[in-house]
């Protein structure tokens, strides 16, 4: 079966600190990844999304950016973190045709406080 | 443009009432998708339906349903005879082809014993 995985679970960093969130897929090939982001009392943002290695499209201009090294690891990173990325970020994947077409799977989430 | 509009910002009734869910979209789109999401106090989010736009027959799962009306750009989610176990934020989505969900804001139920 497939698992999704993300961490750190939990992140307090200050402002102008670099940002690393890792999260991987197991038991699928080739899948769609996507990190979304939750500010506090709002819906879910999209911030990056991957088809295939080294493919990333930007949804939102920010000092945040996405990388895709291989096939299942998906990477948010910033080089200077502002008070305003902090939020609850989850990372998740999907499968293009079949039956699980366009259905999300959703890691547990980073929180991120940025002080 | 995509749009998800989701107007109950919180909702709360008691053990065993019946509560229903609001959701409007907009899109110009003839083939999307829409979705029911639950993400409860761990933060993770569950996934509950998956509706395309061809097909505007209701579902019932259990004690969920959902009642989908092209006419009004409405895809609402009944739970019935809830339970304390049903609190959580409530999410709809919608894709136009390509898997990007576009969220709305959520919806928070609480339901008290």
């Known amino acids: 079966s497939q698992t999704i995985h993300q961490w750190p679970a939990t992140l307090v960093q200050p402002v102008g600190s670099p940002l690393s969130l890792e999260c991987t897929v197991e038991g699928t090939s080739n899948p769609n990844l996507y990190w979304y982001r939750q500010a506090a009392g709002r819906g879910l943002q999209l911030l990056f999304y991957?088809?295939?290695?080294?493919?990333i499209s930007s949804e939102v201009p920010q000092n945040l950016s996405a990388s895709r090294p291989q096939d299942r690891q998906f990477i948010l990173s910033s080089k200077k973190l502002l008070l305003s990325d902090s939020g609850f970020y989850l990372c998740?994947?999907?499968?293009?045709?079949?039956?699980?077409?366009?259905?999300?799977?959703f890691g547990a989430g980073s929180r991120l406080t940025v002080l | 443009a995509q749009k998800v509009t989701q107007a109950q910002t919180e909702i709360s009734v008691v053990e065993k009432e019946d509560v229903t869910l609001d959701c409007v979209y907009e899109t110009r789109d003839t083939t999307y998708y829409l979705f029911w999401y639950k993400q409860p106090p761990s933060g993770e989010l569950v996934f509950l339906i998956r509706r395309n736009s061809f097909d505007e027959q209701n579902e019932i799962s259990g004690r969920y349903s959902w009642n989908f009306q092209k006419s009004t750009s409405s895809f609402n989610f009944t739970i019935t005879a809830s339970q304390v176990v049903d609190s959580a934020v409530y999410f709809c989505?919608?894709?136009?082809?390509?898997?990007?969900?576009?969220f709305g804001t959520g919806t928070r139920l609480q339901v008290f014993p």
């Open positions: 989505a919608l894709s136009e082809g390509f898997d990007k969900l576009i």
């Open positions: 998740a994947w999907s499968v293009t045709g079949g039956p699980g077409a366009n259905v999300l799977t």
């Open positions: 991957s088809v295939g290695i080294g493919q």
